[in-house]
């Protein structure tokens, strides 16, 4: 689901229960909301507030360690990607075909972004370029090794290319994962029921609408956060692709 689309629905959501909690507030027996009613509907909501900043909470800090993973992941194959380029530059002129391969893969994929877009996967020029490092590793395999030396380049390029073309595909394989459907709409419901109480016990004035304006913006601003890291290589929130550039850079030379 779109980040920024579901950041709206949990604001709109919120602002329902908040008009909600005040059209209740002058329909409701006056002593429903006497001090000691009230005094109750404070110590209740204190627990889903508290169990709500604890989701939430919870949620950001694994987002946060999902998208540095990410930044990890890419700085280690951008390092791989050097490595093979340099093996293949140790065997020989044979490996000129394999490196532009490869080269043409980085440009591409600098394009394109590192994940495969399964919305894009029927495109001849994705599918192809979810496959280049397939063709990468069949010139490497169709490589006749003319001495121990050379064997031993070949094998190492092609177990570097294999954690190359495993890391893109455990990546294509986690691109839709995100938040639990489940979660988010126990973690919505308690958010509600919070808004709603705030409106159920506020006076309606300008100061208070503003400071419940602004609140529901923030938690939709946290929900947003946590969905758009959910997916790093792609969204307003992404991982950079200067190690990609720099593996590029350092890339054909001699």
Known sequence: MNALMLAAGVFVVLGISTMIGMALRYRLPSHHLNPESKDVIRLATAIVGTLSALALGLL??????????AQSELA??????????????????????????????????????????????????????????????????????????ETL?????LDVSGQIAEAQWLQAESADEGLPAGFLVVLVYWLALLFGTFGLQAPSNP????????????????????????????????????????????????
Not at 111 to 131: C, K, L, M, R, T
Not at 153 to 157: D, F, Y
Request: hydrophobic fraction near 45%.
């Open 60 to 69: 950001i800090a694994s987002a946060k360690s999902d998208y540095d993973g």
């Open 76 to 149: 280690g194959t951008a390092a791989r990607i050097v490595l093979l380029d340099r093996l293949m530059a140790q065997y020989g002129s044979d490996t000129d075909e394999a490196r532009l391969q490869l080269r043409q893969l980085i440009k591409t994929r600098l394009v394109q972004g590192w994940s495969i877009d399964s919305e894009n996967s029927s495109s001849q020029s994705s599918a192809s370029a979810s496959h280049q490092i397939e063709t990468v590793q069949a010139s490497l395999r169709a490589l006749k090794a003319e001495n121990q030396i």
């Open 153 to 157: 380049i070949q094998s190492r390029a």
């Open 207 to 254: 100061t208070v609408m503003t400071i419940i304006i602004v609140c529901a913006l923030s938690v939709a601003g946290a929900v947003f956060a946590i969905t758009d890291m959910a997916n790093p290589y792609a969204g307003f929130i992404r991982i950079s692709d200067k190690p990609l550039e720099g593996a590029l850079a350092r890339m054909g030379n001699a």
